[in-house]
């Protein structure tokens, strides 16, 4: 069973540009959330994905934007970086198998904003 | 506003010293309060998912509880592999999780 897997692992950008992360959910699981955790912090939560439509979104700016694919695979992508979005992104996917509300985290893909 | 706090912010034992991280919490319609534990540079990995005000759940060294306000995970006899970030995170009324800052625990030999 190959988890949760997350695409790329480590990038760089810098301030303005466009990002977008990638991300396959364990097998078995059809809802894909992502979260965002900053240094030394808890993650927090931007948005959840079932059947290819967003169905709950945290306090996050427009900027951040996602797609579920019919696979259940799903890409976050970031308009107009800032320096405050450098930050550990995590997939997170769950779904009858398992429990709905045991999320299963990639290994999440560390973004740096120069 | 849903609010999770872990004490302490950093824990450091000696191998075989057993004790007890602390997630206190605020939140209307608790529907589960959930312990992951992250390594560096990893994923949060789940441990116990505890529903209702006196359940009590147990994995190898670990064991968590919950009351009304708080959760308590408890670490027996420790080893140093199990040094690592303790996260604790509640769900409410939706289907995301809102996570406290974590406990870094560091287990020394």
């Known amino acids: 069973d190959a988890g949760v897997t997350q695409s790329p692992t480590h990038l760089i950008k810098t301030r303005g540009q466009q990002v977008t992360l990638r991300c396959s959910p364990k097998?078995?699981?059809?809802?894909v959330s992502w979260y965002q955790q900053a240094l030394g912090q808890g993650p927090q939560f931007i948005f959840q994905y079932y059947e290819e439509e967003e169905r709950q979104r945290g306090n996050f700016p427009d900027r951040f934007s996602g797609h579920q694919f019919p696979n259940y695979s799903s890409e976050l992508n970031v308009n107009a970086l800032l320096l405050g979005d450098s930050a550990l992104y995590l997939c997170?996917?769950?779904?009858?198998?398992?429990?709905?509300?045991?999320?299963?985290f990639g290994a999440g893909s560390r973004l740096t904003v120069l | 506003e849903d609010q999770v706090t872990q004490s302490p912010e950093a824990l450091r034992l000696q191998e075989g010293e057993s004790s007890s991280l602390n997630c206190s919490y605020t939140?209307?319609?608790?529907?589960?309060l959930f312990w992951y534990r992250q390594d560096p540079g990893k994923g949060p990995e789940f441990l116990f998912t505890l529903y209702s005000a006196g359940e009590e759940k147990e994995k190898e060294r670990l064991k968590a509880t919950l009351t009304k306000k708080e959760s308590f995970l408890h670490i027996t006899a420790p080893k140093p592999e199990d040094s690592a970030t303790y996260l604790c995170a509640v769900q409410a009324g939706a289907n995301n999780l809102f996570f406290g800052t974590g406990t870094r625990l560091t287990v020394i030999p």
């Open positions: 097998s078995g699981h059809d809802t």
């Open positions: 997170a996917s769950s779904g009858r198998t398992g429990g709905r509300n045991v999320l299963t």
């Open positions: 939140v209307s319609g608790l529907r589960g």
